[in-house]
């Protein structure tokens, strides 16, 4: 036996449900790959066992860690330190675990962002984005601090979509609009970039449809979604059947979690791999 066996990094995640989370099978792909001793534990946390789970991994010299759903906000008074985006959105999703200090990042917009970068250059666009959960936060705070033009935010619970609209136009310079969803949006022509950042379209609620008026999605506009699982969701069906390019939900999925190794151990992580180890568990995980 090795007389010095060589210690891996830990990472991981703790959310509740966190059966099913693919972000394991990106990151230790990833870790194989650049050949990094490292491993990520998907940890089953409700948020009354939150405060030991953080506690039990500073004390196991745990590098960093993810947060989903429920503990992206009961994670914060854990926490020294919040990056300044983090601090918008409210919500954090990536906690680096430094010799000093906890600090919390948002990556899930940054992610976005990414994904759309490769498409479009964010400056100026004029984006309709429907959703005003965590996820459609952390995509409008990041699109204004990326310098779209106009967010228009559509919500079925309208005062949601006020509270991100006023943040937004606190914070950057761009104009923010809150629109109570009740019946079908119609899209207006001059949108660059349409985005569902609702859970609608997740699995198994295949069927579900974002309800907008589909003659209003033009061949100009770019049709994102946020759902990773399926990938190809009704509405970017329906785009596609109106002309339009589409995104869907898994580069946004994959850069955050090549963000986070980022964070915590400087890696910039071959993107293509976390792709492929996505595919592969978004497999496993419709099952
Ligand atoms: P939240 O529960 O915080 O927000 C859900 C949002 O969807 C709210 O705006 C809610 O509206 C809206 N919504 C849900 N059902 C309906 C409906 N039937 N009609 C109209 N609006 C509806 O969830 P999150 O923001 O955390 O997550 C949203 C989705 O984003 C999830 O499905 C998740 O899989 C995906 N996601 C994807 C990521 C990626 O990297 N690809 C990262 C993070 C999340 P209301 O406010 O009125 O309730």
Redesign the pocket.
Known sequence: PDPTPLMPALTGSFSSPAGGNPTGAMVEAAYRHHGVLARFVNCDVPPEHLPDAVRGAIAMGWIGFNL??PN?QAVIPLLDGLAPSAALIGAV?CVQITPGALIGNNT?GQ??VQALRERRDPQGLRVVL?????????IAVELALAGVARLTIV???VE??EEIAAIVRENSAAEAIAVA?DGSFPIPADTDVVVN??????APDTD?RV?LVAESILPTMLVCD????PPDTMLLREARAQGAATLD??A??A??AAINLNLWMGLDPDRDVMRTALDAAIGDWRH
Request: no cysteine.
């Open positions: 989903s759903l992206k999703n899930d992610g976005f429907f959703g005003a959960g965590g996820a459609a936060r952390a919500n079925r619970t949601r979509a969803w950042g609702t859970s609608i379209g997740l579900a309800d946020v759902i990773p699982n939900g898994r946004m999925l850069n955050q």
